[in-house]
């Protein structure tokens, strides 16, 4: 580790801050994958998946809970095992943390940065290149959507009228539905809710169907 620091100050590598590089985060898990959903469904990207939610949805397929501490530079040390230039910031929650350190220390080496959020935290301007809001008032009536610009906005269609929507969509490039998966469920259940969501977005102008595609593919 110390050896990597080194190196970072003392080749045309970027100079970085050791407070940035010393920065601690909750990291679930580090894995280089294709992205198998919504816009940049089929683009290979790292994942960081940061521990803790303020949400508890109850299809959540990611025990966010579960979590090693690392700091920014192992995280970087361990991006930089792979041969991806793109970095998705998912969870959990990753805006419930401070990412400043990790996007200086990330963009210095020409990463391009994306985040899935489910948009109660106000995303700074100049954080990310792209942003993912995925809300989840449909749940959570009292829950607050705070990030209503971005790139795309991709909803868990439960049944919930899409109106709700009409005045969040008009902050978004692209506008995702996508049906409600959970592992547990039986492949009818799972099936019934393709088939609603599908005709849901036949009826619904301006919304693209967003299938989870990874986990036919059993990946991550
Ligand atoms: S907001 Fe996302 S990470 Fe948090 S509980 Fe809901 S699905 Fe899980």
């Known amino acids: 580790m110390a050896e990597f620091a080194s190196c970072a100050i003392a080749g045309d590598e970027p100079v970085d ?8 985060y909750p990291i679930v898990e580090i894995f280089h994958s294709v992205q198998g959903e919504a816009f940049h469904a089929g683009i290979p990207h790292v994942f960081i998946r940061f521990g803790t939610c303020n949400l508890r949805c109850e299809w959540c397929d990611t025990d966010f809970l579960t979590y090693s501490t690392m700091t ?7 991006v930089m095992k792979y041969d991806c230039k793109r970095i998705i910031f998912t969870g959990g929650e990753p805006m419930l943390h ?6 200086r220390l990330l963009k210095g080496r020409n990463y391009n940065l994306s985040v899935e959020t489910n948009g109660t935290i106000e995303i700074p301007d100049g954080l990310l290149d792209w942003v993912c809001v995925s809300p989840k008032d449909q749940m959570y009536p ?3 959507i705070k990030q209503r610009t971005g790139d795309e906005l ?12 009409d005045d969040l969509r008009q902050g978004f490039k692209h506008a995702f539905l996508q049906p409600c998966y959970m592992d547990a469920e039986s492949i009818e259940w799972n099936g019934k809710n393709f088939a609603e969501t599908e005709a849901v977005v036949k009826t619904n102008l301006g919304w693209r169907l967003s299938l989870q595609t990874h986990k036919w593919m059993g990946v991550d």
């Open 72 to 78: 920014a530079l192992d995280i970087l040390g361990e």
């Open 154 to 165: 991709k909803c868990v269609y439960v049944g919930q009228d899409l109106t709700m929507y």
């Open 98 to 103: 401070d990412l400043w350190p990790l996007h």
């Open 142 to 144: 009292d829950v607050k």
């Open 17 to 24: 801050d050791p407070a940035d590089l010393a920065k601690e």
